[in-house]
Nanobody, 126 residues
Framework: QVQLVESGGGLVQAGGSLRLSCAAS????????MGWFRQAPGKEREFVGG????????HYAEFVKGRFTISRENAKNTVYLQMNSLKPEETAVYYC???????????????????WGQGTQVTVSS
């Protein structure tokens, strides 16, 4: 079992920045790929980006490229999502998720992930 706990959400003005953290515990492994997702009210959960546990691979959804950065700190078993130039439409609950192994064809799909955090609310005011 892997436990994931997100933190760092909050209220920010449009154009501002936030850094989310996802702390992993339990049976963490270098074979886990970590993803970030978000779900806005009334919308489906969508893939934001992900990172291999080694950090060798990172992937981003087109709508966040150039503004969001995913990184990890292995010594702390923590993955980060740095979000810059936030927009009001990016108000959502942000989740981190872990999956064993990696397949590029399925990295954006919820069902491909084995463990999920509880989510952290990000609200971007206009």
């Amino acid at each position: 079992q892997v436990q994931l706990v997100e933190s760092g959400g909050g209220l920010v003005q449009a154009g501002g920045s936030l850094r989310l953290s996802c702390a992993a515990s339990g049976r963490t492994s270098s074979s886990y790929y970590m993803g970030w997702f978000r779900q806005a009210p009334g919308k489906e959960r969508e893939f934001v980006g992900g990172i291999s546990w080694s950090g060798a691979m990172t992937h981003y959804a087109e709508f966040v490229k150039g503004r969001f950065t995913i990184s990890r700190e292995n010594a702390k078993n923590t993955v980060y999502l740095q979000m810059n130039s936030l927009k009001p439409e990016e108000t959502a609950v942000y989740y981190c998720a872990a999956r064993y192994g990696f397949t590029s064809a399925t990295m954006a799909f919820n069902y491909a992930y084995d463990y999920w955090g509880q989510g952290t609310q990000v609200t971007v005011s206009s």
